[in-house]
T-cell receptor
Framework: DQQVKQNSPSLSVQEGRISILNCDYT??????FLWYKKYPAEGPTFLIS?????DKNEDGRFTVFLNKSAKHLSLHIVPSQPGDSAVYFC????????????FGKGTKLTVNP | KAGVTQTPRYLIKTRGQQVTLSCSPI?????VSWYQQTPGQGLQFLFE???????NKGNFPGRFSGRQFSNSRSEMNVSTLELGDSALYLC??????????????FGPGTRLTVT
């Protein structure tokens, strides 16, 4: 039972364009969502998070949008840079202060120069 | 601030052996979580410790255990290793701000290979 789904295993975009990574979740008990970037042989790097009381959070080139009614969130990267090429994971955190993150299986982003 | 550190970075063990992995969280973080990453299953939550107590547990067999010390450092132990335990084991420490924001930071991981 996959509670967090990233349906696109890979995405390829041109440098300078927008990258949109999508994530769907089924567990309505999630109240916090996080995005991570991961390079091979390294731990995931925290990018940005969003609370369920918000529908948008922005940090530099990264913006996360949350649509609670659709149980959908997306990460926008503008403009995309070759250094953004990595695997991106979204994760949901249940209510109640739990640090038990549930991860999607990741989307591999390739930004072409 | 130093990040999350994990030791060792790489480990090769034989089936049936046991292994202990170590994690030092970011200074001031009291919560430490452990995850297993495999190509087929992705990142899966093992357990979380807060103030030396296991606060959350994932769906792993009892061969997987952990503990946390008073300085928040944590160890995880896997006994009677199986080939399927070969994975990247990630430790993460987290904090919540007074505003409720939540951030969880990962270490570089320990690559365990069971032969």
């Amino acid at each position: 039972d996959q509670q967090v789904k990233q349906n696109s295993p890979s995405l390829s975009v041109q440098e300078g364009r927008i990258s949109i990574l999508n994530c769907d979740y089924t567990n309505s008990m999630f109240d916090y969502f996080l995005w991570y970037k991961k390079y091979p042989a390294e731990g995931p790097t925290f990018l940005i998070s969003i609370s369920s009381i918000k529908d948008k959070n922005e940090d530099g080139r990264f913006t996360v949008f949350l649509n609670k009614s659709a149980k959908h969130l997306s990460l926008h990267i503008v403009p995309s840079q070759p250094g953004d090429s990595a695997v991106y994971f979204c994760a949901g955190a249940p209510q109640g202060g739990s640090e038990k993150l549930v991860f999607g299986k990741g989307t591999k982003l390739t930004v072409n120069p | 601030k130093a990040g999350v550190t994990q030791t060792p970075r790489y480990l090769i063990k034989t089936r049936g052996q046991q292994v202990t992995l170590s994690c030092s969280p970011i200074s001031g973080h009291r919560s430490v979580s452990w995850y297993q990453q495999t190509p087929g299953q992705g990142l899966q939550f093992l357990f979380e410790y807060f103030s030396e107590t296991q606060r959350n547990k994932g769906n792993f067999p009892g061969r997987f255990s952990g503990r946390q010390f008073s300085n928040s450092r944590s160890e995880m132990n896997v006994s009677t290793l199986e080939l399927g335990d070969s994975a990247l084991y990630l430790c993460a420490s987290s904090s919540r701000t007074s505003g409720g924001a939540y951030e969880q930071y990962f270490g570089p991981g320990t690559r365990l290979t069971v032969t």
